[in-house]
């Protein structure tokens, strides 16, 4: 007994040591970098405080480790305004030398990218690359009017200004990305001054650099790249699942598959699929966090579930579904606005996503309203009632909920009833039986395949 009352106490212990250990182990640190190598941190996707830590920490362990230089391979939509601000913060004060290259071919350093890029030592950018931002607009997609309105500009303009005077940029050019919401290509930019130069791979970028004497911290360093070895440095598995929740798509998809669970849990009572729904929206609020969400596109959907619920408890013929997927439809492809300071993100849910997922949910709510009906179809149980309240009649079949030991939880008509064996025996969760006897709301029942047995 003791060895028991033992094992239950250092199970929740054991538990809960467990699952820090896979934290740390998803959290760790990869390799480190070899002494005079050039470290590559690969960033990528909307500017989120994960991605101003990973820089942060990237750039503080390659000096750590020796390296050479730092190159920030950058491909962004834009993203958090008090993000670019620490990330900004990080190139401008950074220990070592940092080269900001927008690659590969296809790529951009649209809103908050140009300001990252302007900040860095050395700024290049690939071929059919672009950089630009927005001008601030409100979270209608309208311009900001009166003294707000001036307050944002304002405060971006002066922003962008001391990063180009910071890194002699043509000021000029970099307050046009922002009055103006300028975007240019990359050879307009490196006409104008604003990027140091073009390279197609890391090799030619390197070459290019080589020799070059930047202003790291008030004091001359000469780069030393060509010919050097160069090191990836990743994020880690926790900070690239943390990174993806702000994918556009990825919190469109996790915010539908939440609602799936909450409906689901609502249509037949089982926890997991309620807990899972639940955690599913808390990691799509998550990514929202981060993105031009359009409350009007959430409350379209939002909608649409109101509708679903309702579908199964009034009798419309299926008009409130339809309604509800035509208002998730909609809601998909409003549910992100236009960017509402000039570092926030242009994302929109993709076409196909919208297709695909409006078509699941038309596929689920079918489901949900077949075996809906077919149960509202099924031949009611006479339930007889008596002072001491209602009476099942013997012989009516039910499932097992929890497990009867002898005593436990079954399913009959409709609704869930405490019970329990009437030879005592155990009878796990899932299994047919069938009621033989009453002790007032306690049903006395037995095993169905000990009922056909007896026959």
Not at 354 to 379: D, P, Q, S, W
Request: aromatic share 6%; glycine share 10%.
């Amino acid at each position: 007994m003791k060895t028991r009352a033992l094992s239950r106490v250092l199970a929740p212990l054991q538990a809960a040591c467990l699952f820090v250990g896979l934290i740390l182990l998803l959290a760790a640190p990869t390799r480190a970098a070899t002494p005079g190598a050039v470290v590559i941190l690969p960033t990528t996707g909307v500017v989120d405080q994960v991605m101003a830590s990973y820089l942060n920490d990237g750039i503080a362990r390659a000096h750590r480790e020796g390296a050479a230089a730092v190159v920030v391979r950058l491909d962004t939509p834009g993203g958090s305004l008090d993000s670019t601000r620490e990330i900004v913060k990080t190139l401008l004060e950074a220990p070592l030398p940092v080269v900001v290259w927008v690659a590969p071919s296809g790529s951009r350093a649209a809103s908050a990218g140009t300001f990252i890029t302007l900040a860095a030592h050395v700024a290049a950018m690939a071929p059919g690359t672009n950089i630009g931002a927005a001008t601030p607009v409100s979270g209608q997609g309208e311009d900001i009017e009166g003294a707000l309105g001036d307050k944002v500009l304002n405060d971006a303009i002066a922003s962008i200004t001391a990063i180009a005077e910071s890194r002699g940029r043509p000021v000029e050019w970099a307050v046009s990305t922002v009055e103006k919401a300028a975007s240019y290509t990359v050879d307009e930019a490196l006409a104008a001054g604003a990027i140091d130069l073009k390279a197609a791979s890391i090799e030619e970028l390197l070459t290019a650099i080589d020799g070059m004497t930047v202003q790291v911290n008030g004091q001359p360093v000469t780069l030393e790249t060509e010919g050097a070895s160069t090191e990836e440095l990743p994020m880690n598995p926790l900070q690239q699942f943390l990174h993806l929740l702000t994918d556009p798509n990825i919190a469109f998809i996790l915010f539908t598959i939440g609602f799936y669970g909450i409906i689901f849990e609502l249509q037949s009572p089982n926890f997991v699929t309620g807990i899972l729904g639940a955690i599913a929206l808390i990691l799509a609020f998550i990514g929202f966090g981060s993105l031009p969400l359009n409350i009007g596109g959430l409350l379209l959907i939002g909608l649409a579930i109101v509708m679903f619920v309702l579908e199964l408890t009034v009798t419309s013929h299926g008009l409130l579904a339809i309604a509800g997927i035509v208002c998730f439809a909609l809601g998909a492809a409003a549910l992100y606005t236009e960017p509402g300071t000039p570092t926030a993100p242009d994302v929109a849910v993709a076409t196909p996503i919208i297709v695909v997922m409006t078509a699941l949910t038309a596929a689920f709510m079918t489901m949900v309203l077949y075996f809906a009906l077919r149960t509202h179809k099924l031949a009611p149980v006479a339930i007889g009632g008596t002072s001491q309240g209602p009476v099942i009649p013997l012989g009516t079949p039910a499932a097992v909920r929890r497990p009867l030991a002898p005593e436990g939880s079954v399913y009959a008509v409709g609704e869930e009833w405490t019970a329990r064996t009437v030879d005592g025996a155990a009878i796990p969760r899932g299994t047919p039986v069938r009621v033989v006897g009453q002790d007032g709301l306690t049903l006395l029942v037995e095993s169905a395949d000990a009922t056909s047995a007896g026959v």
